[in-house]
C-alpha cells in the first residue's frame, strides 16, 4: 500500500474497508472538537512566514478544526482565508471565534476535499495542521486534489506526525478508538493527571481544564499515516509537487507530538 514495505498498520489496513472506516472517522470527527490555550500558533506561524509570504496571500486550510490557525493568518495579514473541515462542531466554533473577533476576510465551510468549491481565485498557499495522518488508505487521490486546487507557482505547507519506531501509544490509539466506551475516550483526560503524578512530572499543571479535555480525547483517535521523511517526498512527487522539503515542525507546546513540516510547490 502507497509504495511502502508492509507494516503493521498497512496489513490492518488492508483487512478493514476504509469506506467504512471514512464513516467512522466522519462520526469521530463530529463527536468532539480540538481546542488549544492562546498564542499556540504564534511559532508555527512565525515558522510558515520565514518560508513564504502571508500578507495579502489567499490561503486556504484544508481541516482547519476550530478555526485559530486561520484567524491568525488573518491577523498577520493574509488577504482571505478559507478554512474547511470535515467536522460540523468545529466549524460552528470557527465562525463562533470569527464573529465573536469582528473577523471578516475568512470564511469556514464544512464537507469533504472533494465537494470543496473554491472557485476561479485559487489559493496562493494551502496549508494543514496535523489533519493528513488522520486520512485512512490511498492519500493519492486526497493530494493530488490539493495540487489542483492550488494556484499554479503557489505554496503547500502541512504537518503531519512524524514516523516513530515506538509504536506502543498507536496501539493504544487504536484500542481506545474500537473498544473503548465513549464516556471513557471523554475522561482520558483525568488518566493523563494520574499518570503525571504518578510520574512526578506535574507537566499538566497550568494547562487549562476544555484545552487538555479536547486535546485528551486525541489519544483516542488514531494515525492513519505513519511515514519515514522519504516516503513524504514520494507521496507528494506523485501527486504533482516539486521542490519538497521536509523538516521537523516547531514543537507547539510541551504535550504535541513531533510532527514533520512539508513544504512543496506547484
Ligand atoms: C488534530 S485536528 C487538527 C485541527 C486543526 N488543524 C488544528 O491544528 O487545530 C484534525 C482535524 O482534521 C479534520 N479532518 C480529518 N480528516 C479530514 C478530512 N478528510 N477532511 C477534512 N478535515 C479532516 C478533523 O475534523 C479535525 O478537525
Given at each position: 500500500?502507497?509504495?511502502?514495505?508492509?507494516?503493521?498498520?498497512?496489513?490492518?489496513?488492508s483487512w478493514i474497508d476504509v469506506s467504512n472506516l471514512n464513516t467512522l472517522?466522519?462520526?469521530?470527527?463530529?463527536?468532539?472538537?480540538?481546542?488549544?490555550?492562546?498564542?499556540?500558533?504564534?511559532?508555527?506561524?512565525?515558522?510558515?512566514?520565514?518560508?513564504?509570504?502571508?500578507?495579502?496571500?489567499n490561503i486556504f486550510e484544508f481541516g482547519c478544526g476550530?478555526?485559530?490557525?486561520?484567524?491568525?493568518?488573518?491577523?498577520?495579514?493574509?488577504?482571505?482565508?478559507y478554512g474547511m473541515d470535515i467536522s460540523e462542531p468545529s466549524i460552528q466554533e470557527a465562525r463562533k471565534k470569527a464573529l465573536k473577533a469582528n473577523v471578516k476576510n475568512v470564511n469556514?465551510?464544512?464537507?469533504?476535499?472533494?465537494?470543496?468549491?473554491?472557485?476561479?481565485?485559487?489559493?496562493?498557499?494551502?496549508?494543514?495542521?496535523?489533519?493528513?495522518?488522520?486520512?485512512?488508505?490511498?492519500?493519492?487521490?486526497?493530494?493530488?486534489?490539493?495540487?489542483?486546487?492550488?494556484?499554479?507557482?503557489?505554496?503547500?505547507l502541512a504537518t503531519?506526525?512524524?514516523a516513530n519506531k515506538f509504536s506502543f501509544i498507536r496501539m493504544i490509539q487504536w484500542f481506545l478508538f474500537f473498544v473503548s466506551?465513549?464516556?471513557?475516550?471523554?475522561?482520558?483526560?483525568?488518566?493523563?493527571?494520574l499518570i503525571s503524578r504518578f510520574l512526578n512530572k506535574d507537566v499538566l499543571r497550568n494547562e487549562n481544564e476544555l484545552v487538555l479535555k479536547s486535546k485528551a480525547r486525541y489519544l483516542a483517535v488514531p494515525i492513519f499515516q505513519k511515514k519515514t521523511k522519504d516516503e513524504?517526498?514520494?507521496?507528494?512527487?506523485?501527486?504533482?509537487?516539486?521542490d519538497i522539503l521536509i523538516e521537523m515542525?516547531?514543537?507547539?507546546?510541551?504535550?504535541?507530538?513531533?510532527?514533520?513540516?512539508?513544504?512543496?510547490?506547484?
Open positions: 500500500m502507497n509504495g511502502q514495505s508492509p507494516n503493521t498498520l498497512n496489513i490492518i489496513l472517522l466522519h462520526k469521530e470527527f463530529n463527536k468532539h472538537v480540538l481546542l488549544h490555550e492562546e498564542g499556540y500558533f504564534e511559532t508555527l506561524v512565525s515558522f510558515v512566514a520565514e518560508k513564504c509570504l502571508i500578507k495579502e496571500k476550530t478555526g485559530d490557525l486561520s484567524l491568525l493568518l488573518v491577523v498577520k495579514g493574509a488577504k482571505n482565508v469556514f465551510q464544512c464537507g469533504g476535499i472533494f465537494e470543496t468549491e473554491i472557485g476561479s481565485d485559487k489559493p496562493d498557499i494551502i496549508i494543514s495542521n496535523s489533519v493528513i495522518h488522520y486520512i485512512p488508505g490511498d492519500l493519492r487521490p486526497t493530494l493530488h486534489r490539493l495540487f489542483s486546487m492550488l494556484k499554479d507557482g503557489g505554496t503547500m503531519v506526525e512524524a466506551p465513549e464516556v471513557f475516550k471523554r475522561n482520558l483526560h483525568m488518566l493523563f493527571g513524504w517526498v514520494s507521496e507528494f512527487k506523485r501527486a504533482g509537487f516539486s515542525a516547531p514543537k507547539l507546546n510541551k504535550l504535541s507530538a513531533p510532527h514533520y513540516f512539508i513544504t512543496a510547490k506547484k
